[in-house]
């Protein structure tokens, strides 16, 4: 026996599990069509660059997880952690400026060298959303809008919650900054180590942190929305009217942040309390200054991201393909004559599974195995009668049919 295993934190998709991912991928293709999105796929690494300028050299993507290599010619790349600075970089370097407004869909496996549990992996699996060149609330309640039908369409919306809120815009992001910064610096001898390195650096993360001495601390920090400016308030409730008017139900949830600084205005998150500690299904916002600080032009952005692994173990069993026609020749000349007659009508949309060696006992034993609904049946005597034997694998009925109708008299078993 073999001693290779997966890497850990990676593993198969096998039988059942690749059906739950292809529900996952195809489901949100259908919904996303329905709204106009585009697919677009890019390369699993990019130039270390493009990840490292876009989510900052305090992030522990960055500074932990990131798996990041130098190739044969002395150029350092990153596998990609997640996709939207791919999508952003694409549409720098495709020149798409003079297209907007852009909507993209992309899925695909992303890596984070993390410890491995339930729905968090080393290779993971993402499916998102991006709407690119939006300026005005209209496209946060469009993306949150697609994220709650997909999320419908896989029959666990009702298990989730819509948690909301906002950044702000700039100005009030960073008077929000000060009084953060302010607030903490008066608990700066019970914060954790990590959380003093980032307060003068990125003072939001220190909101994320998961030690529980900062989060009695977070407690009582200053809430953001104190310091929107009127320009980011009637932003939020224009977002807010938006998704009322659609019918798309959520909960404020006013620590909700995004540490970055090109993260504005709205942020949010599908939330579920069926995976334990990885709750998070769709998590997205606006982030409008992206793309000029890879070095394109000003764009706006807003877009989602969702764990594929965490929505396939959320939904119900999909169904397999179709049961198929088990195809049992007996002898070398109705091999022969069974391998032709198999890609007849596969050719004429019937789903054949053809038995490659054995005598009857084991070839209708791989029937049952394979669940056939029938099995044809050639041998010496169906080949000089020209008919072939079907057997209902069901009911264990059988009956000759003449070669010439075999496939009309299969088309109930489709």
């Not at 003068?200 to 989060?215: A, G, H, M, Q, V």
């Not at 169904?319 to 009508?345: D, F, H, N």
Request: with cysteine; aromatic share 8%.
């Amino acid at each position: 026996m073999s001693t290779l295993q997966p890497v850990r934190g990676t593993h198969d998709l096998l039988a059942n599990e690749s059906l739950r991912h292809r529900k996952v991928i195809d489901t949100v293709r259908k919904v996303s069509g329905r709204y106009g999105f585009d697919e677009i796929e890019t390369p699993i690494f990019e130039r270390t660059e493009v990840f490292a300028r876009t989510l900052g050299d305090t992030s522990d993507i960055v500074t932990k997880e990131m798996y990041t290599f130098e190739d044969k010619g002395g150029e350092m790349l990153t596998l990609r952690p997640e996709n939207t600075a791919g999508v952003a970089r694409a549409f720098i370097s495709g020149g798409l400026a003079q297209l907007l407004p852009l909507k993209f869909t992309y899925q695909g496996p992303m890596f984070r060298y993390e410890r491995p549990q339930k729905g968090r992996l080393r290779q993971f699996h993402q499916t998102g959303a991006e709407i690119l060149g939006v300026e005005g609330p209209l496209a946060d309640i469009e993306i949150i809008a697609l994220g709650s039908d997909y999320l419908e369409a896989l029959g666990v919306r009702d298990k989730t919650v819509l948690e909301l809120n906002s950044l702000g815009d700039t100005e009030s992001r960073a008077a929000y900054r000060d009084k953060l910064v302010d607030y903490f610096k008066g608990h700066l001898d019970k914060l954790s180590k990590d959380s003093q390195e980032r307060l003068d650096r990125n003072p939001l993360r220190i909101l994320d942190s998961k030690d529980e001495d900062d989060r009695v601390i977070i407690e009582n920090a200053p809430m953001i929305a104190d310091s929107f400016n009127d320009h980011s308030r009637s932003f939020f409730e224009a977002v807010l009217a938006g998704l009322d008017l659609v019918g798309v139900d959520y909960t404020i949830n006013p620590r909700l942040v995004r540490g970055l600084d090109y993260y504005c205005h709205t942020a949010f998150e599908f939330t579920t309390t069926q995976l334990g500690a990885q709750g998070a299904l769709v998590a997205g916002g606006r982030y409008d200054g992206l793309i000029k600080q890879m070095g394109g032009p000003q764009t706006p952005g807003v877009g989602w991201a969702a764990g594929i692994e965490r929505l396939a173990m959320m939904i119900d069993e999909p169904e397999g393909r179709s049961r198929p026609i088990a195809m049992v020749p007996l002898g070398e000349e109705a091999q022969l004559k069974a391998l032709a007659l198999t890609q007849q009508l596969r050719h004429s949309g019937f789903c054949i599974e053809l038995g490659y060696s054995g005598n009857m006992k084991k070839r209708m034993k791989r029937a049952n195995n394979v669940n056939a609904i029938a099995a044809v049946i050639l041998g010496e005597d169906e080949l000089t009668k020209g008919v072939a034997t079907v057997r209902n694998m069901e009911t264990g009925d059988q009956l000759e049919v003449p070669l010439a109708s075999l496939e009309e008299h299969l088309a109930s078993y489709r």
